[in-house]
């Protein structure tokens, strides 16, 4: 089969369309004929080094697919099921396997595609408002990346719940899309002194909770933004790491709390995993939520997807095509 294979950390070009044996499932594990794989910038992070992991290997942890074959002792899934994951070990590929019970059936109402663009930045955007900071009808938030993957995302549940969403972007038609995914003010943050703003929106009291993906960049002004006792999550690090902190910080600004989550831990359980995959993709397939496909490349261009994410080009979704 074919596979992006990284063997060494390094830029876009480090990624490798290459030939490599098709995998077998081992016990407990599925192997998915892949229809579309979801990149995310935590391949970003793998590829660069940021986050470790032993190499060489098959890049991708989302896709969504057929499933082709099952290990023994797998209940629950069988041959020709429709199904998505987070978990793939190594998605950017034309097969790849996952945990049995780490799958997600895709219902009816709702394409293979887009349970491959919506299952990662979907559950992200779940878990930020629902459970990192359980957002309140009324409650002023603050959206960064607010035209991103996660960011349309977290401007559309906001307004689900009622919420006053500010969203920064990065240009003008950026700005229109997270508007129109939900944002009733949007700021852009290349020009603007984001705190600034976000007190005069509020009317100087600030957000109860800044959804921060962006990072060193944001950082400072996130802290800022804040209401007292007001909630930092920051989710990401599109622009870098942040520089340590000290907890003193918090108490002088307001009593502030400051939490790093990772999707891993919220979707642990097979319990949270099937509530939060089935509340998304129940929503899309009502028409209650919309996914944006930026673009569909093809899986031989999958540096190309690097490129376009890392150069701040997309707004929404990329898909990669086996
Ligand atoms: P996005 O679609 O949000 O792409 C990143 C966006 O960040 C860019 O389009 C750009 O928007 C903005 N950005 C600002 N500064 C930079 C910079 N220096 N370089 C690149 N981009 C920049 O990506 P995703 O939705 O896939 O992911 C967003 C973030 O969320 C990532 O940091 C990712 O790691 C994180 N994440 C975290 C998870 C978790 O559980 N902790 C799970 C999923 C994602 P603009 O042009 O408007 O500035």
């Given at each position: 089969m074919k596979a992006i294979r990284v063997s060494e950390v390094g830029?876009?070009?480090?990624l490798r369309f290459e030939e490599v044996a098709t995998p077998a499932p081992g016990e407990g594990e599925a192997l998915v004929r892949i229809e579309a794989a979801g990149v995310n910038f935590i391949d970003v992070y793998v590829r660069t080094g940021q986050y470790k992991a032993p190499k060489p290997l098959t890049l991708g942890m989302e896709g969504a697919g057929i499933v082709e074959a099952v290990g023994a002792g797998v209940r629950g899934v069988a041959s020709g099921d429709r199904v998505g994951s987070v978990?793939?070990?190594?998605?950017?590929?034309q097969y790849a396997i996952a945990p049995a019970h780490r799958l997600v059936r895709i219902p009816e109402g709702v394409t293979t595609r887009q349970a491959a663009a919506a299952l990662l930045q979907g559950m992200t955007a779940h878990y930020l408002t629902h459970a990192t900071y359980p957002i309140r009808s009324g409650d002023f938030c603050l959206v960064h990346a607010g035209a991103g993957g996660v960011g349309l995302l977290l401007c559309q549940l906001g307004r689900r719940i009622g919420a006053r969403v500010i969203a920064t972007a990065g240009a003008p038609e950026k700005e229109r899309l997270a508007r129109e995914a939900g944002a009733e003010a949007t700021i852009d943050y290349r020009t603007k002194n984001v705190a600034e703003e976000v007190r005069r929106i509020t009317g100087g009291k600030g957000v109860r909770v800044v959804y921060d993906s962006?990072?060193?960049?944001?950082f400072e002004g996130s802290l800022d933004s804040l209401a007292q006792r007001g909630t930092l999550a920051?989710?990401?690090?599109s622009s870098g790491k942040v520089e340590p902190v000290d907890p003193q910080v918090l108490n002088q600004k307001g009593s502030l709390f400051l939490t790093r989550p990772a999707l891993a831990h919220y979707v642990a359980g097979a319990e949270e995993l099937a509530q939060r995959s089935g509340d998304i993709l129940a929503w899309i397939g009502a028409g209650e939520l919309a996914i944006r496909i930026f673009r569909e490349l093809p899986l031989a261009e999958a540096a190309e997807s690097h490129r376009l994410l890392e150069g701040r080009k997309t707004s929404g979704k990329l898909l990669l095509i086996p």
């Open positions: 830029g876009p070009e480090a978990n793939f070990a190594g998605s950017y590929a962006v990072g060193k960049d944001t920051l989710f990401g690090q």
